[in-house]
């Protein structure tokens, strides 16, 4: 007889807990390294999460974990970020056996916590022809030097186009008719940009962006006539994401510390620029 193994340890099905554990732990370790930027609290709320047994619902018990603290429950929205980013490795979100289980329980809790949801806004009536020009003009005056290794520059800080924009009372009104609630300015606003063959990978936003509006500059198109990257995002219940295109000059409102999101890779012949505009929920 050749040497027993342990059939059963081998089939054994992992249970999206033991995934969530999994990517908790990854998590940490991109903390402790320097590899995912810390705010303050993510490892100490990770180690308390690795710690304890999850009762009931994975979504119910990790919004618990927030608990009432404002601060705390920051840090839970950047530890959830950290752990889709690691459960969507590939690029694309998981929809099958646990891990599909542990990334729903992801996207639910987030929605519990901040809210979810994209509303297309397209052409805005204020947004005029000489304006885009304007704001597209000062975005490659902005973009920075490019750092060596870089698939994609980092933002570019606004000039005097963007911060007027940013504080605008006819931009904050169309993001909160948009979104159906009273929003405030952040004053935080960059440019983005997106060269040819770059990926904007499965995140969620940033503190300061925990509502944000997106305004394309530019979208040079592939040269075969498709439409090119859009904007992708996951809503609980829902396996499968939904795909936006939003085209030169169109706009989308995004609860983007709520709705786990990202834009598709660029062909090699496209490349694209927008801002983004950060709010929060309340007057």
Do not use: C
């Not at 806004?121 to 973009?143: H, K, M, N, V, Y």
């Not at 394309?216 to 498709?226: K, R």
């Amino acid at each position: 007889m050749g040497e027993r193994r342990d059939t059963h340890a081998l089939e054994r099905e992992l249970s999206a807990a033991d995934v969530l554990a999994d990517a908790l732990a990854d998590s940490r370790e991109a903390y402790s390294t320097g590899a995912a930027r810390s705010n303050g609290g993510e490892l100490e709320l990770i180690d308390e999460l690795l710690e304890s047994k999850p009762q009931g619902a994975l979504s119910a018990w990790l919004a618990a974990a927030a608990g009432p603290d404002s601060e705390r429950r920051d840090a839970l929205g950047d530890v959830l970020g950290a752990v889709a980013r690691r459960l969507a490795r590939t690029g694309d979100a998981p929809t099958q056996g646990a891990t599909g289980e542990a990334w729903q329980a992801l996207a639910i809790t987030l929605e519990q916590l901040f809210g979810s949801g994209v509303q297309a806004l397209g052409r805005l009536p204020f947004i005029s022809d000489a304006l885009l020009e304007l704001l597209l003009t000062e975005a490659r005056q902005q973009l920075p030097t490019q750092t060596k290794g870089a698939s994609r520059p980092a933002p570019g800080p606004p000039g005097g186009a963007l911060a007027g924009l940013a504080v605008s009372p006819k931009l904050r009104d169309a993001v909160a008719t948009a979104l159906g609630h009273a929003v405030a300015p952040t004053y935080e606003a960059v440019y983005l940009y997106d060269p040819p063959g770059s990926h904007v990978r499965t995140h969620v936003d940033t503190r300061d962006y925990e509502l944000v509006f997106h305004l394309i500059l530019e979208h040079a198109l592939p040269t075969d006539g498709s439409e090119g990257s859009a904007l992708l995002f996951h809503l609980p219940a829902r396996p499968e994401p939904v795909r936006l295109p939003v085209g030169t000059g169109e706009a989308v409102a995004l609860k983007g510390r709520g709705t786990i999101h990202s834009w598709e890779p660029l062909r090699d012949d496209e490349h694209r620029t927008m801002i983004a505009v950060g709010f929060a929920s309340g007057p």
